[in-house]
């Protein structure tokens, strides 16, 4: 018999669900290859956010994704990126 798995069962409850899920499907892989290096997830605008980055840099997997950029914890220089005009 299967078991359900709910946002609740995942691990690192403290953390949002749009973090708890990449995190939960990237230990799956890692568990299944433990000497594998060199990983790199990408995600959507979803899924992206600050706390997934620092968990996925703790597991050494690099991350790329696009950015909400009113979603919490985004960087002002981020939000409002300065481009300077000057041709070189």
């Not at 892989?29 to 992206?48: F, N, S």
């Amino acid at each position: 018999m299967r078991t359900s798995i709910t946002s609740d069962s995942i691990s690192l409850p403290d953390l949002p669900v749009s973090t708890r899920i990449p995190l939960r499907l990237y230990k799956k892989l890692i568990d299944k290859v433990p000497d594998a290096e060199g990983y790199h997830m990408y995600t959507d605008r979803c899924y992206t956010n600050i706390p997934l980055a620092e968990q996925l840099l703790k597991m050494k997997c690099n991350f790329t994704g696009t950015v909400k950029v009113n979603r919490k914890g985004i960087p002002m220089a981020i939000r409002k990126p300065k481009f300077s005009s000057k041709k070189q």
